[in-house]
């Protein structure tokens, strides 16, 4: 039975196919097609090789990740979008895209990660910008409906910092929520969001799930570059796909 969904979000969702239906590329979740956490191409393999790298420190990062869209650096439209909307001279419906693509992610599918945990979300917060740019937060802040869930999570690293390195971001708050949902815009190795998902378990919270807006390929790599010529191209982007489990919702 196909799932049913606020008249609300489906106007968005309508607003959005319109504007940037052309596109736009849901992420597509298959065996040893596509990396079983992250979704970029594996060519055979169960992971790609940033998220093998990430298991074999054997540090804890994150239970769940789901990724709305793929964005091809470094001239797709998704990837100026995505890249683009929290400059200071954005394109004119660039941040509204990105709004429309997390209220669908965290409107239409915040309770399909709770139904796979089995634990409620009890807490989420944005991946800080190392530039110290609050343009993420701000939309989501604008999109939740629990903002009094939000915690805070401090970057003290270098800016620009794109290595795993969960001791930069610090947990602000004695007492962590059993289920936090990370959220993040664009996804490339994962290190900033896995960074703060291993930061959280070492506080004490016992389940992450993470919503990336994008999953950022760089068509320069090969299995990548074949994925991208077979699979994308714009137009293939569904809403009510679930991103957590690349078909229908969890029931």
């Known amino acids: ?16 196919d319109t504007e940037a239906g052309s596109f736009l590329d849901s992420t597509i979740h298959a065996d040893r097609v596509t990396c079983k956490v992250c979704c970029a191409p594996v060519d055979g393999y169960p992971m790609c090789h940033p998220c ?7 540090i804890p990062v994150a239970d769940r990740v789901g990724i709305v869209v793929y964005a091809v650096e470094p001239d797709s439209q998704t990837y100026r979008v995505v890249r683009d909307y929290k400059g200071r001279r954005p394109g004119p419906s660039h941040r509204a895209i990105v709004s429309a693509l997390l209220a669908l992610g965290l409107r ?13 979300i009890d807490g989420w917060a944005v991946v800080p ?9 701000d939309l989501v802040r604008e999109t939740t409906r629990s903002p009094s869930r939000e915690l805070s999570i401090r970057f003290t690293g270098a ?3 794109r290595d795993f390195r969960p001791e930069h971001w610090v947990v602000d708050s004695d007492v962590v929520p059993r289920h936090v949902l990370i959220i993040d815009d664009a996804w490339v190795t994962g290190a900033h969001a896995q960074s703060v998902a291993a ?12 919503l990336a807006v994008a999953r950022v ?12 010529h077979e699979h994308l191209g714009g137009g293939t982007f569904d809403w009510t796909r679930c991103p957590w489990t690349g078909g229908s919702c969890p029931s």
């Open 52 to 58: 093998q790298a990430q298991v074999q420190l054997e």
């Open 108 to 120: 239409g599918h915040t309770r399909c990660a709770q139904t796979l945990a089995g634990i409620a």
């Open 159 to 161: 800016a620009g910092e």
């Open 199 to 210: 930061s959280l378990k070492r506080a004490g919270t016992e389940y992450v799930s993470i």
């Open 217 to 228: 390929l760089d068509p320069k790599w090969g299995p990548n570059r074949a994925f991208i």
């Open 1 to 16: 039975m196909t799932r049913a969904f606020p008249s609300g979000l489906v106007n968005l969702a309508t607003s959005l």
């Open 129 to 137: 910008s190392t530039r110290s740019r609050s343009t993420l937060r």
